[in-house]
């Protein structure tokens, strides 16, 4: 694949890599002439026409002459030299800038990870972007397995390319892992394949790792003449060094949800043996509550909120002695018992007010905080007609259930006094999807 021309620096004249705008450059090099070059010829015209010709002896005016040339084209070319030294540096400075912005780009993308195979794709394609290579790969070693898999390629047809080398590749790769250390591979070698690009270079940095690497990432240059510069393998080992601490990151983001998502399990099942009389009621009620939440479109953090604080909206419950149902105070203080119980939890603690708050009412009426209209939390506004609806169509110990057209009813009359009336409009409209029903 062709690089396409770089439009936005046509190349000089003068030289093939500049920094400089073109008419930067010119200026530069008038105002040298002038500065420099237009005052030794001056001087040399004055030479000659006054000092030579009292010069009796033509050798010694020659040479004299000569000096005069020499030192114009000595200045001439300290100047060609010097801007050459500088459009190199420049370049090079160029260069590095382009890689730390690549390395910021590609830092952005390792943060927003959340996924270990979120960070080997955006590690592929921040290879791409800072070296202009043709394809990337990133290769892991699975957890328990100690051969290494391909999880992620970027560039033009980069598993066709992987396939192309895989022998030279794959020993590479097992050099580098062993070794920790990169490797580059510059083979001249035309792909077995015709239709695949012939490969010109393949850089390949190991992922550090605690003990052992995490795995490699190989880079592979299919254009002739393209090379791999020190420079670019300095900054696909940091690459590297940042992609390892996201894919760690991820992993123990992953672990910790999964322990979030088993506690909450536990907690649920818990609360339905406390509870004895409604068994599977958390579930039901957060089934539903994520229905509702789609339909009110709240975005995903909010949702996210209002599953785990409907699940767990009757967890102050545990704090209530159910041998006395007759004492309806009690059982009103299961919303700041929850509350209490969740706060001090870090990845709860925005889910505590939504617990604290599932039994006030619209019109102001409800408990603990008497809240009403847009004070209420919308998450526990939803909890609470959620809930309404499963304790009226579920078997409870002191109440048979209603059929589920008379609990519609009842929440379509509470609308504006109990219930959002927002709520009870997006619930009207799930009962026509025909997935409400009765526990």
Known sequence: MEKAPDK???????????????QFDRVAFVLYFLGGTVPLVALGVVVERYQLTSIADRHTAAQLSGVVVGIVMLSLGCFAMLRRVVNESLAELEGNNRRLASLLDASRAFSSAQHEPDASY?????????????????????RGNDSLKMTASAGARGPELYEALVEPLVGLVDSVMEERHPATYFPGHASRHSETPTIHGAVVVPLPGERLPLGALSVVHTQPGSD?????????????????????????LFAQRNFFSHITDILVTAIDLHLGYNGGHGRRVADLANRLGHRLQLDERQRWRLHFAALLHDIGMLKVDRRNPSDAKAF????????????????????????????????????PAGLAGSQIPMEA????????????????????PVPVDAAVREIEAGSGTQFDPCTVQAFREILTEGVVDAA
């Open 332 to 367: 009103e203080k299961h919303p700041a018992y929850g509350f209490s119980m969740l706060r001090g939890i870090r990845l709860w603690k925005d889910v505590a007010p939504l617990v604290l708050h599932h039994h006030e009412r619209f019109d102001g009426k409800g408990y």
């Open 122 to 142: 955006a590690l592929a394609a921040s290879a791409i972007a800072l070296t202009q290579a043709h394809a990337s790969c990133v290769f892991l070693r699975p």
């Open 381 to 400: 506004r939803i909890i609470a007609l959620c809930e309404a609806f499963d304790t009226m169509t579920s078997l409870t110990s002191y109440k048979a």
């Open 228 to 252: 791999f510069s020190s420079s670019d393998v300095d900054a696909l080992s940091t690459l590297a060094g940042l992609a390892s601490v996201a894919m760690v990151n991820a992993e123990l």
């Open 8 to 22: 936005r620096r046509p190349k000089s004249r003068w030289h093939s890599v500049s920094l400089f705008p073109e």
